[in-house]
């Protein structure tokens, strides 16, 4: 979680103990979502871009 923006953003400043518990805490909560071709979240996005 260090090696991206948001990772540090919400993680920058733990020390290790806290990162570990962080990090066992994300792949426990996305374990169900795991399946052999990765891990996918049902979700959507909606880009706009607007010119004037």
Known sequence: ???NPLG???LGQADAITMSKA???LR???K???TPD???L???ALLV???R
Do not use: P
Request: a negative charge.
């Open 8 to 10: 540090r953003a919400l």
């Open 49 to 51: 871009t607007a010119h």
């Open 1 to 3: 979680m260090h090696d």
């Open 42 to 44: 049902d979700s959507a």
């Open 23 to 25: 990090v066992d805490a």
């Open 38 to 40: 990765g891990v996918f």
């Open 28 to 30: 426990s909560a996305l």
């Open 32 to 34: 169900t979502y795991e």
